[in-house]
Nanobody
Framework: QVQLVESGGGLVQAGGSLRLSCATS????????MGWFRQAPGKEREFVAA????????YYADSVKGRFTISRDNAQNTIYLQMNNLKPDDSAVYYC??????????????????WGQGIQVTVSS
């Protein structure tokens, strides 16, 4: 069974940068679309970004487009989320997720069947 483990979160000032990593173990994920989601206190989990199996196509929420970059290293079974020009509204628990088998990219929480435990990102103003 595949496991996803996020790292790289923390506290940063507005305008700063963080790079999240999602390491996978168990089974490889090279043949799955992978995504990042986030959930702020009192809010629903929301889509942030997704990346195709080969890494040649990426998808972003409008709120992060131009500031965040998703990438993957299939040889290392790792997914990344580079976050630049962070804003206080970006504060949330960030989750890495694996798409359901044979699925194309999705912005829906229900479209992903394997989740990491989440990691906190806090952006101070």
């Amino acid at each position: 069974q595949v496991q996803l483990v996020e790292s790289g979160g923390g506290l940063v000032q507005a305008g700063g940068s963080l790079r999240l990593s999602c390491a996978t173990s168990g089974r490889t994920v090279w043949n799955y679309v992978m995504g990042w989601f986030r959930q702020a206190p009192g809010k629903e989990r929301e889509f942030v970004a997704a990346i195709s199996m080969r890494g040649d196509t990426t998808y972003y929420a409008d709120s992060v487009k131009g500031r965040f970059t998703i990438s993957r290293d299939n040889a290392q079974n790792t997914i990344y989320l580079q976050m630049n020009n962070l804003k206080p509204d970006d504060s949330a628990v960030y989750y890495c997720a694996r798409r359901t088998a044979s699925g194309s990219a999705s912005v829906l929480v229900s479209g992903y069947s394997v989740w990491g435990q989440g990691i906190q990102v806090t952006v101070s103003s």
